[in-house]
């Protein structure tokens, strides 16, 4: 199977829901001749033209807003913010708007929009363009959130999001952006709300999303070294939450650990262990559910200090060395 980046898998997905259905549209800012910040979509303008890769203007209220108005009249927008942070400036439009305008209007109304967003740190951003907000996203009903981790379920989420009838925040981590990975040529989706197990173990889960998945991962390979067995489960979508596969790893290996980049207060992690602690995997936990997440800080510029406000390979196999005794 031919090897593509997670930018390449974005743009692939939207020049063929764009292709597919000419309701589908793309807006943001500098996405058209510049091709987007993260070069997400080179060349996307020249196929599809200025109607349909519309450069906005530096507003991500109007931005959002409009993308609102579009899709619950008629039309499917995927609306790029450049940084995942500036969401903020439109929250209201997300989220006291688009998320809730099919419930207002007892189902009549439907709002198919896709936010898409590059989010987290690692590039030097500094703390207001490089936080994972996940979880302020997530407590809004009526919003779903995606947050893939390798180029496959990029292009498969995506191209799901597109399709569904509810606005998604689909959150990029950006360095993610030139990681290569498997992704086939012909036609496939990943369906919202199913969890992925990205590797099998017997003596300890991991719950993870987005970036923290292939350092989850790589740290399961290294312990496998040693004989200890650790089972990867990548949520992949925030909301809806695939529960059935996290309950069930966790009956399974009897040890729970959660990792996020986000910062651990009010993170969403908190909800995954709720989850398990509200479910019968509760009564097979041989230990406390752990998690390793964010600092409470805000992301530092100094290159040492911002690897070290968030999650760490060092920290997670401590972590799990721990839980095991």
């Not at 309950?247 to 009897?254: C, F, N, P, R, Y």
Request: aromatic share 6%; with cysteine; charged share 25%.
């Amino acid at each position: 199977m031919r090897e593509i980046t997670y930018a390449e898998a974005i743009r692939e997905a939207m020049s063929e829901e764009m292709r597919r259905d000419p309701s589908v549209f793309f807006m943001g800012e500098d996405i058209g001749v510049y091709g987007g910040a993260f070069g997400v979509s080179v060349g996307m303008i020249d196929e599809f033209g200025p109607e349909r890769v519309r450069d906005t203007p530096i507003s991500e209220a109007a931005i959002i807003g409009a993308a609102a108005g579009a899709a619950v009249t008629g039309s499917r927008p995927i609306a790029e913010i450049q940084f995942s942070d500036f969401v903020a400036i439109g929250l209201d439009q997300l989220g006291n708007q688009a998320a809730k305008m099919r419930y207002m209007f007892g189902g009549r109304a439907q709002v198919p929009m896709v936010v898409r967003a590059p989010a987290g740190s690692g590039t030097g951003a500094a703390a207001q363009h490089s936080q994972s907000q996940e979880a302020i996203y997530c407590h809004i009903p009526g919003l779903k959130v995606v947050t893939p981790s390798t180029p496959y379920d990029a292009k498969g989420l995506l191209k799901s999001a597109i399709r569904d009838n509810n606005p998604v925040v689909f959150l990029e981590q950006k360095l993610l952006y030139r990681v290569k990975g498997p992704v086939p040529e012909e036609e496939y989706t990943v369906p919202l709300g199913r969890a992925d197990v990205k590797r099998t173990g017997r003596d300890l889960t991991i719950v993870t999303w987005g970036r923290m998945a292939g350092m989850c991962l790589e740290t399961a390979v290294r312990l496998a070294e040693e004989g200890i067995d650790v089972e990867v489960v990548d949520l992949r979508s925030l909301v809806p939450l695939d529960k059935e596969t996290v309950v069930e790893s966790v009956k399974k290996t009897g040890h729970l650990l959660i990792v996020h980049e986000a910062v651990q207060s009010a993170g969403y992690g908190g909800e995954i262990a709720a989850l398990v602690a509200d479910s019968e995997a509760f009564f097979y936990l041989d230990a406390p559910i752990r998690r390793v997440a964010g600092l409470d800080v805000p992301i530092p510029y100094n290159p040492t200090l911002e690897r070290n406000a968030v999650p760490t390979p060092e920290r997670i196999e401590r972590a799990v060395r721990d839980l095991l005794g």
